[in-house]
């Protein structure tokens, strides 16, 4: 470290940080902690699905009248940690960690530039999403609780909601702007300061998936930003944008004058929230193909393909959107349009899948934590992807909707998809970012249980959304007649709900313990090609990047290139320079 | 450390990093507003009855507002080349115009909200004036946070100049862009809001 | 730049800002204007014919908002890749809605 930063004092330096690599450290915190809450708030759920109506054992009783009178929880509760986990995990944990943290500390190193192109903006950034999420929480402590109207807020259930809602859409305000900031950075970072050979056809896949999300968090939000304003004129001003004639709550016909559209921020909302699927999902894409082509120990199978299909996938993820809505009672050719485009998008995830799969071949593999990660991110976001195909078609979509098909559907592309990929990620690059090894025993300890769990949490509620079961249900289905068949499924998912929290204590004892007592690591701990590990000191200079801004010679992934004698060409490793040494 | 190309341009690309932020920037914006757009588009569309701008608005002091707008655009693009030409005086007084009209430009809104309030037209009385007060009130805290900006660069910001004058007049350029766009949603809402 | 293209761009701006203000009045013009005589021509409605007018004269005006004063007609490949981008999404956001919403209307009965 250079003298400059250690004159810095503590505060700007470890708090209000302009170093992207602090602030992506920053970003991996907080949204590690949040990931913890969300599945806290959860498994309080699955408790009450189980068993419903029976009191929580142990921890009920602290949790006070108004949400869990001697530890029974209330219905209004229950929707409150619904909308509250959907809210934290999606829009405070998995997209804070891929793209926050993630981008923000690899971008910059992988493309050989010194920091982000606005270092203030980044860490406005930062703390905006800091806000944000206190605000969010805030929520809690509001009279009738957080926002209970699911994390998609469709009025009029949100418009009439306790004032939590309220909150919650500030909360919004806030996370949109430091997505916004974030995304703005990223692309002009990506766009102006590669370094000197480093073209765009060069940039490793992580880089790409990045631009690419970082374009879709730019376009896709603010519609949503302009719905939370409507949304919050229609719960503060009286107006009623979404509020229809004549609505009547317990008897009382509503004071709106009427005029509105629910379906307007059906159509605000999914804007957002289909493309903030791929926003999801592409930078763990990224993050796998990184580390698979680092340990299969060759380059990536078709990788510009990858890259052209993310691009299209991109582009393609805005006009998908109404496969939300098959049952508001659109038209049937509007309808045959979005099943088509939501067809035509499975075709880049699945080049991008099938490309991952087929770099496999003929590698010779080194099973480490990382790529266990990475290769059982691969057939769980098959799974995923597969199962949500019936539900792009009306026909099918008109039995599946709202059935907790769905909810196994996307939870195994995040869940067992995308934070598996972060695991990995964490995992492959903890040794740069720290400067020491993770232990590969705990990292075991910490796989296979959560594999385990993962599938015993969703592959039944697949089942119990085929036989019908609906996801609104407070009792998990209880008192209908057709649930009966499945009801003994939610013992199980619950019971492995809770094995799954276990399993992630040793990940984080590892985190901890392998911070002050891991193995040292070489500043190219994985023998890596790309420009974070070639050029740098491990872990990175706390101020700047490298000592000299590297210039890049050859694609990203050159592992046992042909007519070589190297077993890995790094991207800044000069070819010629070299042989004249030798000479 | 210095970041790279913040101030000359990339050969490549041919921008320098402001440029392309600002660009970003307004590209989200446009956005922000198309959401806006749409929500008129689908609320007028699906209405039984939609009343004439003139029925509860005041065309001549929106015509008004919308010169002064224009007016304010013109001087802050002025100022822009006269801080090109190192004519420091004509830029500081071309600036201030901008911001004079713009402060105008909320003083005259100020007068058309509070005739609204006084005949009582609220957002809550129909989905009509919901959509003007949310449309214009947004657009009111673009110009405010415009303002903001430009009151920062004449002010304690101007010290750039003496600095690193390249960086300062990027600084006005970008300003200058972004309230043309604020002026650019104006020429739009005008139309739409006030005469159809 | 030198002070000779500067002065020159300074009365381009100032020819713009002109233009600006004969279409502002321009359109308020018309909107104050029956409209019966020309729609009949037209064979169009004559708040279509309304919607029309002021919309092309906005789009004119915003033309030159853009390409003169935000200095689009001389930007770079980046600028003009993502306008495309942001137009093409906020054209789908405009219109995709609306197809969606008048979709509808074929579920109903209409006597």
């Known amino acids: ?583 | 450390m210095k970041i790279p190309f913040a101030v000359e341009e990339r050969p490549d690309t041919g921008l320098n990093n402001g440029r392309f932020g600002i660009w970003l920037f307004l590209a989200s914006e446009l956005m922000l507003f198309g959401g806006l757009f749409s929500a008129y588009i689908l609320l007028r569309t699906g209405s039984s009855g939609w009343p004439k701008g003139a029925d509860f608005l005041n065309i001549p002091l929106a015509t008004v507002n919308t010169v002064v707008l224009i007016s304010s655009s013109v001087t802050i693009i002025l100022a822009w080349i006269a801080l090109q030409m190192n004519n420091v005086k004509r830029f500081r007084i071309l600036y201030s115009l901008t911001i004079l009209l713009g402060f105008i430009f909320l003083i005259i809104k100020y007068f058309e909200y509070s005739a609204k309030f006084h005949h009582h037209y609220y957002p809550s009385t129909n989905t009509f004036l919901a959509i003007y007060f949310t449309m214009t009130g947004l657009h009111v805290l673009h110009i405010l946070g415009g303002l903001l900006v430009n009151i920062y660069h004449l002010f304690p910001g101007f010290k750039l100049y003496k600095e690193d004058p390249e960086k300062y007049k990027g600084r006005i350029e970008l300003s200058g862009i972004y309230w043309h766009f604020v002026d650019l949603v104006w020429i739009f809402l005008f139309p739409i809001l006030y005469l159809l | ?111």
């Open chain 3, 1 to 111: 730049m030198d002070t000779k293209s500067l002065s020159k761009k300074n009365r381009t701006y100032l020819i713009v800002f002109a233009s600006l203000m004969f279409l502002t009045f321009i359109t308020v013009w018309v909107s104050g204007l029956d409209l019966t005589k020309t729609s009949k021509i037209l064979a169009i409605d004559a708040s279509v014919c309304a919607i029309i007018i002021a919309l092309s004269v906005a789009s004119v005006k915003g033309f030159l908002v853009g390409g003169y004063f935000m200095h689009l007609f001389d930007e770079k490949r980046w600028v003009y890749l993502l306008i495309l981008l942001s137009v093409f999404f906020f054209i789908a956001l405009l219109y995709l809605p609306l197809l969606e919403s008048h979709s509808r209307l074929e579920h109903y009965y209409v006597p």
């Open chain 1, 1 to 583: 470290m250079d003298n400059h930063s250690s004159s810095q004092s503590f505060w700007s330096k470890y708090v209000f940080s302009l170093d992207h690599k602090v602030i992506g450290i920053q970003y991996g915190l907080t949204s590690l902690g949040f990931l913890i809450l969300g599945f806290s708030l959860v498994l309080l759920m699955r408790w009450q699905l189980a068993y419903p109506e029976q009191a929580l054992p142990l921890i009920g009783k602290f949790f006070g009248n108004a949400s869990m009178p001697d530890g029974v929880m209330l219905p209004e509760f229950y929707n409150s940690l619904g909308a509250m986990h959907g809210t934290i995990m999606i829009f405070l944990g998995v997209v804070p960690l891929g793209v926050g943290a993630f981008g923000n500390y690899l971008v910059p190193l992988q493309i050989g530039a010194p920091d982000m192109a606005f270092p203030k903006l980044n860490m406005a950034s930062y703390w905006c999403f800091f806000v944000g999420g206190f605000v969010m929480l805030l929520g809690f402590a509001m009279p009738g609780g957080a926002a209970n109207s699911g994390w998609t807020a469709y009025p009029p259930l949100s418009i009439v909601a306790t004032s939590g809602q309220t909150v919650w859409l500030i909360g919004m305000v806030f996370l949109i702007t430091s997505s916004l900031l974030g995304s703005i950075n990223t692309i002009v970072t990506i766009v102006q300061l590669r370094a000197k050979g480093m073209t765009f056809m060069r940039m490793p896949t992580l880089v790409w998936t990045q631009l690419v999300t970082a374009f879709l968090l730019l376009m896709a939000f603010p519609p949503l930003e302009a719905a939370g304003v409507l949304q919050l004129m229609d719960r503060l001003a009286g107006t009623s944008f979404f509020m229809p004639e004549g609505l009547v709550l317990s008897g009382q016909i509503l004071p709106y004058t009427g005029g509105g559209s629910v379906l307007l921020w059906q159509h605000l909302f999914w804007f957002l929230a289909h493309p903030e699927v791929y926003v999801l999902i592409l930078p763990a894409m990224g993050i796998v193909s990184e580390v698979i082509a680092n340990n299969t120990r060759k380059p990536l199978w078709g990788r510009k393909g990858m890259i052209y299909a993310s691009v299209f996938l991109g582009f393609m993820s805005f006009i998908v959107w109404a496969h939300h809505m098959y049952l508001t009672g659109m038209g049937t050719v509007i309808s045959a349009f979005f099943q088509a485009t939501t067809m035509i998008i499975s075709i880049p995830s699945v080049i991008i899948l099938t490309s991952l799969l087929l770099s496999l071949w003929g590698g010779s593999i080194r099973f480490n934590t990382a790529m266990l990660f990475s290769l059982a991110f691969l057939p769980m976001f098959g799974i995923g992807g597969l199962t949500g195909l019936p539900l792009g078609l009306a026909a099918a979509d008109v039995h599946l909707h709202d059935t907790y098909y769905v909810i196994g559907h996307f939870h195994y592309i995040v869940a067992p998809g995308t934070i598996f990929a972060l695991f990995s990620g964490i995992y492959y690059w903890y040794p740069k970012i720290t400067g020491r090894q993770m232990s590969e025993t705990l990292g075991k300890w910490h796989f296979w249980p959560s594999l385990i769990c993962m599938n015993c949490i969703f592959f039944p509620m697949l089942i119990q959304g085929l036989a019908g079961v609906s996801r609104r249900l407070y009792d998990g289905g209880a008192t209908y007649e057709l649930a009966k068949d499945v009801l003994y499924l939610n013992k199980v998912m619950s019971a492995s709900a809770a094995l799954l929290f276990v399993a992630q204590i040793p990940f984080i004892i590892n985190v901890f313990t392998s911070f002050w007592r891991g193995k040292k690591a070489s500043a190219n701990h994985w023998d890596a090609t790309t420009l974070e590990w070639a050029a740098t000191s491990s872990p990175p200079l706390g101020h700047g990047n490298f000592e000299v801004i590297p210039e890049v010679f050859r694609d990203p992934y050159e592992y046992n290139p042909p007519n070589s004698d190297k077993e890995f060409l790094p991207q800044n490793f000069d070819l010629q320079n070299d042989k004249k040494r030798e000479d």
